[in-house]
């Protein structure tokens, strides 16, 4: 086990730059997603940790020692791939301890380990089957069992149930979280799928275009996301955005309505901003109250547990995510009103936070 | 009226005779250009090439087609050129085989990795492919010779060749010029065929290989080799076959010579019924070695059988 620390790493792919000065460090036994949508850099950065892609500038250290110019073999870490890049012609077995087999373990040795974590696993009784003979979520454990066999320093995870259908995927992440729970390794995982990243992390760290936008536990990210990007990208369904400027104390959205300013937000009279509310901070009520708004419903869509309601107002298309059924029907008219108090407040121009 | 047997004809069929001989025809009329076309061109000529085998036809005699029975094959049986070519044969064969084999993975295995102007240098390196064999037969021959070739002055140079002489007339030697010339020309075959499936190994598996501590050799190892036995196998047993029967680079070369020193059963037979113009002789050779050949192709799809079934 080893922490690993990040020091203002560039990568380009000749002149097309891909990373720009990142620092992250992370603790040792810590789970750490990169999340963030495809091209934002992030599988990049794993695999230069893993060291199978060049530092253009920078350092990575693992426990203190840098390792920019050591192979990836002498790196002691595991990877987890996305297509599992399990060796076709070779058995489970023989797949899990082909590592240990390299760095001439010995036999009895070896036999254990892969025991233990086949054990770990459930994979007993494939054992002797070629990865063909195997299903998706069988690979994805014969992947993981590949890694743990090692005890290696740290794990790096690209997007590895990215292939998996839905349920076995939900399956396969309560694996993994379980299994770090009782290994305790660094773990740094890479996806672009925000539920893998809120469940899965202890802390997350959003990237866009090759920055890092925020870095915090996944609460933190999902209650105060530190700009637009964050905001728009952690949570489901997406967080509803409505452009206005501050007028005479109040927020004046582009149609003319009225959003009070949050308790602790300073604005500069005709500052242009971004309001964000979440879909299941937006309450449906009774009758017209003090802040509250009158609309029309556009769309129904339910999900089963919950109900997305979509309503024209504040100039757009805003999502209602209520629990209550049966509340609305297309073309009824509803009192909608924003809880004060989980409204954000963007920077238009800088698309930063505010307050 | 209708019979009705335990044959399974329905009950109550009132087609008439005619008809029913027109349904039974039906399948065939619709496939019979096509097998006319077999027939024509592929039975009738090896029907008439194996008939010759046991005929006396020599183009000079004009009294010549007489049926001979076993005769040239008990004289096949007595024949020291022939035999002298079979053994010729395994080693232009084996040696040309793995040689192209050998050249061609390297090239394979060097085109496969990215570097500048790689698309160029595969163009160039599949360029003798494209060049007619005997022409490239031509080209060597002038180049092993020491009046108009650089080659027998390198290999004097470097004390290979105690003289500046041309290789392709020293008994000794002679194999070895169109072997070498079949080697340059045959490499792309091998090259193109391991680079499509080199291409097709998955890369994440080299790297997934490099983090679980595999260096070069044992990636190669484990990972190419596996997966491109298959490929390997088939295209060396194919590869094999076709340079057995391959006589353009030697006719051209050294005509079989000096003292049938390059002489193949392929080339012998050529010899036989384009210079001798002794067909019925010559029929007679081409079919032993057609015989020789189909024993080692049911090798290749007995080979090719348990391959894909262990898969």
Known sequence: ????????????????????????????????????????GKSTLLRMIAGLEDITAGEIRIDDRRINEVAPKDRDIA?????????????????MSYSLKLRKTAKERIAEAVGAAAGKLGLDPLLARRPKALSGGQRQRVAMGRAIVRHPKAFLFDEPLSNLDARLREQMRAEIKRLHKSIGATSVYVTHDQIEAMTLADRIV?????????VGNPLDLYD???????????????????????RAGAIETDDGSKIAIPDGVQLAEGQAVTVGIRPEHVRIVAGPEAGSYAARVDLVEPTGFGTIVHVRLLGQ??????????????????????????????????????? | MTLHTASGSPAGDRRTPMQKIAARLEPWLYSAPVLILIVAIMLVPLALGVSYAFRDIRLLNPFSGAFVGLKHFRDLAGDGAFRGA????????????????????ILALLLNRPFKGRALAQALCFLPWAVPSFLSGLDWAWMFNPVVGPIPHWLYALGILSEP????????????????????????????????ALQAIPKDLYEAAEIDGAGPIERFRSITVPFLAPTMAISILLRTVWIA???DLIIVMTNGGPADRTQIVASYIFTQAFRRLDFGYASAIALVLLVLLLAYSMLIVVLRQTMLTRH
């Open chain 1, 224 to 246: 105060r996301p530190a700009n637009l990007f964050v905001a728009g990208f952690i949570g489901s369904p997406a967080m509803n955005f409505v452009e206005g400027h501050r």
């Open chain 2, 86 to 105: 079979l053994v010729n044969t395994l080693w232009w064969t084996f040696s040309s085989v793995i040689l192209q084999f050998i050249f061609g993975l």
């Open chain 1, 206 to 214: 959003a990237m866009h275009g090759g920055i890092i936008q925020q």
């Open chain 1, 317 to 355: 298309d805003l999502k209602i995510y209520t629990l209550e059924r049966g509340i609305a029907a297309v073309g009824q008219p509803l009192h909608i009103a924003l809880d004060g108090a989980r409204l954000h407040v963007f920077d238009r121009e800088t698309t930063n936070r505010i307050g």
């Open chain 1, 1 to 40: 086990m080893a922490s690993i620390t990040i020091e203002a790493i560039t990568k380009t792919f000749g002149t097309v730059p891909v990373l720009n000065d990142i620092d992250l460090s992370i603790a040792d036994g810590e789970f750490v997603v990169l999340v963030g949508p495809s091209g934002c």
């Open chain 1, 79 to 95: 990877m987890v791939f996305q297509s599992y890049a399990l060796y076709p012609h070779m058995t489970v077995a023989d797949n």
């Open chain 2, 245 to 247: 029967n391959f006589a």
């Open chain 2, 165 to 196: 002489s041309n290789i392709l007339s020293d008994p000794e030697t002679a194999m070895w010029g169109p072997i070498v010339a079949n080697v340059w020309w045959g490499i792309p075959f091998f090259a193109i065929t391991m680079l499509a």
